[in-house]
């Protein structure tokens, strides 16, 4: 599931599908919009849905409109919008050979025509429970297919970040081996390769993307860490000398999870979650920058820049945490090799207490630190987080969906770009809410869902609602394990999450939690404004 950027009406666009200018529609305003993707294991059952939240005048409550469009190609794996072209998406799937013998993969670029919904009778909106009468099925508008049919596996795509940029970032599987070539000579059938595509020149909607430049993923080594020639390790570890890159790396064979594209310093950097760690890339050489690792144990599932601050970074993971880290402080790039639980035995008994980590059931890793310390970690889950997104603009608040069955609000003033500088950071720093708050029931959607937060009501205590650091709300009514959640780029007050049996919650921001960001923001702007008056 993604948030939509803009319209996809026709109205708001020219002949050349450039947005058009707003002059001519004063009265118009876009709606949030998320896309989903379902599968099916009927031939042609996958379908692709466009969720759109309908705001009316106070005599009427909010309501949800449902677009299904049929996706003929296989399951929808990954579905990824285009900040630069709000009518477009791209939607990477998998189907059989007509054999039935094999799992193929591809990606392509798709349209949403331009079309009316209509509106769901149903308070809740749930594509399980739909007949098929209520839900008209739709044609998408294909567009072009992304020229990655040289590669195996198409397993991640993340888009440019930038309103005029409508490049791609893709996660692939190793080469198909050519007659003659040596180039897949010692490739595992688990690497991992980080491929750029360019969009074509002017429209977007118009011609297709090149395949510009790859690499293939590896850790680098740093002589100051531990050595892959280290005693503890030679006996109990075999690394072949296919899997060191030329740059004296790891080759990563990891399963990559997610991508997230920076859009910070001209989107030159990339993130890639792989197993219990998270790698960076600079695009500009195509080279590792950072490598974060054992940060969630035994996986790392999701992860996010902070909109406004470069150096922060989310994660979330199967150990029920959710993290932020500061990567000036973990900027390093080092590859170390495990060992069997005899070497690690060694290790840890050879490393001194003082710089141990605590033993805790929600980081059981290697036991040998890595010098990776998170600012906070939040641990309002009980089982894995699956998807962590960051507010649009509000870099204070971010949310979180996992396969506990809810959906969690935090507040984080302290790590936000209004705080003048970053609290130090603590491995073990949990923030809850206080055993003496206050539970108050949130604003609503349509009545599909009830957001409940805790919080103390008094605004002028800076501990409470949005200004304070740790859960602000969760919305438990989901049934099912929650898979994806993200914020509206349109409305940035709107959020949406989709489970495992198909329900799609809409819910806002509660009215208290956003009155209290908003009047503070106002008063540091008035604090701000009198000390310049004064000089």
Known sequence: MVGLYGSNDQANYDAEGRHASSSSSNDYIEKAKFLIGCQSVRPNGSQVHLVTLEDHDLSRPATLTNRAFTHAEGEVVDLTALAAAPHLFVSVYSSLTKRMTECLTG???????????????????????????????????????????????????????????????????PPFPTSGSADSRGISHGSSFLGILRAPTGNLGNGDYALESTMQLSIPMQNNYLKLTDDAFASETVVAASDHSPGGGVNLSSPVNAIRWSPHRKACT?????????????????????????IHWPCVRDLDFNPNRDHLLATSGDDGCVKLWDLRQNSSCTA???????????????????????????????????????????????????????????????????????????????????????????????????????????????????????????SSNKLALGMRDGLLAKLDTHEESVYAVDWSPIDAWVFASVNYDGTVSVNRVPDPIKLDILLHNEAEDDDANEEESEE
Not at 146 to 159: E, F, H, Q, R, V
């Open 336 to 458: 170390t090799r495990k060992g069997t639980l005899g070497a690690t035995k060694r290790m840890a008994a050879a490393t001194p207490l003082a710089t141990r980590e605590p033993f805790s059931f929600r980081n059981v890793g290697s036991g040998i630190s890595k010098g990776h310390q998170p600012l906070i970690t939040l641990s309002s889950h009980s089982h894995w987080v699956w998807s962590v997104r960051y507010h649009p603009t509000r870099d204070q608040l971010l949310v979180s969906a996992g396969s506990d069955s809810a959906v969690c609000l935090y507040g984080l003033p302290s790590f936000s770009s209004d705080a003048k500088e970053l609290p130090p950071a603590s491995a073990t720093s949990l923030r809850k809410p206080s055993a003496d708050s206050l539970t108050h029931s949130g604003s609503e959607v349509d009545d599909l869902e009830r957001l409940s937060f805790s919080g103390s009501q008094d």
């Open 270 to 294: 990339i993130a890639v979650a792989c197993d219990s760690g998270v790698l960076g890339i600079d695009l500009r050489c195509m080279q590792p920058c950072f490598w974060l690792e054992d």
């Open 107 to 173: 990606a392509r670029v798709w349209r949403l025509p331009y079309t009316t919904p209509l509106e769901l009778e149903d308070e809740a909106l749930d594509f399980a429970d739909l007949p098929p009468t209520q839900v008209e099925l739709e044609e998408l508008e294909y567009v072009s297919t992304l020229p990655l049919d040289n590669y195996s596996l198409i397993k991640k795509i993340a888009a440019h970040p930038s309103e005029t940029c409508g490049d791609l970032a893709c996660i692939l599987g």
